[in-house]
């Protein structure tokens, strides 16, 4: 394969076969798209090098598959630094479980990273069923982020991470791929268990709610992706600081849990889906909040009041980090007023 990129990992793939100019449907430009297949690759060496060392897996090496996997998702993080910093992490991670390999003098290989062109340019069947186990945990990778951020794991999810990337990394045959992929589907619905309980036993049993499509006068901010957790930390941190929250997207299901519900400046919902943004936030009066997927490139009549935190991220926009000082949105939802 000749291509400037591949990557067929969503339905918006172009032409309904794969990505493969300068850039993809979503706009990931095709360095950020072989920078991905960099870290995937890395990954599966982690992974490779945690067998018979399964003792020395922490909680960081854990969340670093979990940033990583999440990282690669559609619409996600479009940002080189961000890949380039999590390959070297996950390099550095993989050396403790290898330690005598870069003094080895005659190394064999085995942690190695992977070269995802062996992937891309397998037979259809192998790579079929390697792309529906890594896109798999990619996926899973999403929820379980989410609700570790509330404190919730499963052991048998977190293990299975590894699992699948050594898989996707070894010469298997179809007869064993397949069982993989049927596990992939079993962890999946085990880790959506694990985020129904985290969300619920959090934030309430989610109850029917009328939600206002309505943006009343004066300052707001909008919230899109996934993440409860960052909206309920931007409506704590915005009480009686006469900014009204709305959500986009992805978020609208928050209205109904009563946790969140229950912030009377949770106001309703702005906009449509997510593939409207750019058409929607082009003369927002207010600021937008990125906590997950799906982050379409901003364009530069809005871009300077869109907010990125938790992985998602895009050159040249603020990010909100790990400290979660939501200040820089309050900011410029307050300098930008809202609708008058
Ligand atoms: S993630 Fe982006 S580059 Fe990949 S298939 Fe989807 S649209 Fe194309």
């Known amino acids: 394969m000749t291509n400037k990129m591949f990557c067929f990992q969503c339905e918006q793939t172009a032409g309904c076969t794969g990505c493969t100019g300068s850039a993809g449907v979503c706009g990931k430009k095709a360095d950020t798209a072989q920078l991905q297949d ?12 945690t067998v018979n060392n399964e003792d020395l897996i922490t909680d960081t090496t854990d969340q670093l598959i979990l940033d990583g996997l999440f990282t690669t998702v559609t619409n ?26 870069s003094s ?18 397998a037979d259809e069947d192998t790579r079929s069923l390697k792309s529906l186990i890594l896109f798999g945990i990619r996926g899973i990778s999403a929820y379980a982020y989410h609700a570790a951020v509330l404190g919730y794991k499963d052991k048998d999810v977190n293990q299975f991470f590894y699992k699948a990337l050594f898989v996707v990394g070894m010469d298997w045959d179809m007869d064993e791929l397949l069982p993989i992929v049927l596990e992939v589907g079993e962890i ?22 009328e939600v206002s499509l309505t943006v009343e006068k004066g300052p707001f901010t909008v919230i899109a992706g996934h993440d409860l ?23 609208l299901p928050a209205h109904g849990y009563p946790e969140l519900k229950k912030y009377p400046h949770l106001k309703g919902n702005f906009g ?17 909040l990125f906590t997950t997927n799906c982050l379409m490139p901003p364009k530069p009549s809005y871009a300077n009041r869109v907010f990125t935190t938790e992985v998602v991220s895009y050159p040249e926009i603020i990010h909100i ?20």
């Open 104 to 121: 080895c003098a005659s190394p064999c290989g085995k942690a190695n990273d992977y070269d995802m062109s062996d992937l891309w340019n």
């Open 272 to 288: 449509t889906a997510w593939q409207n943004q750019q058409k929607e936030f082009a003369d927002l009066p207010g600021a937008v």
């Open 76 to 101: 996600v993080n479009f940002n080189n630094e961000t890949l380039r910093s999590l390959i070297d992490q996950i390099h550095l991670e993989r050396n403790r479980f290898t330690p005598m390999c």
């Open 38 to 49: 960099e870290l995937t690759g890395a990954f599966i060496g982690l992974a490779r090098a």
């Open 229 to 251: 957790y960052d909206l309920k930390l931007l409506l704590e941190q915005t009480q009686d600081k006469n900014i009204n929250i709305y959500t986009h997207g992805e978020m």
């Open 188 to 209: 999946n619905l085990k880790c959506m268990a694990l985020l129904d309980q985290a969300n619920t036993e959090t934030y309430g049993t989610p109850i029917p709610t």
């Open 321 to 340: 980090g790990e400290e979660k000082d939501f200040t820089p949105v309050i900011e410029k939802a307050l300098t930008l007023g809202g609708y008058q």
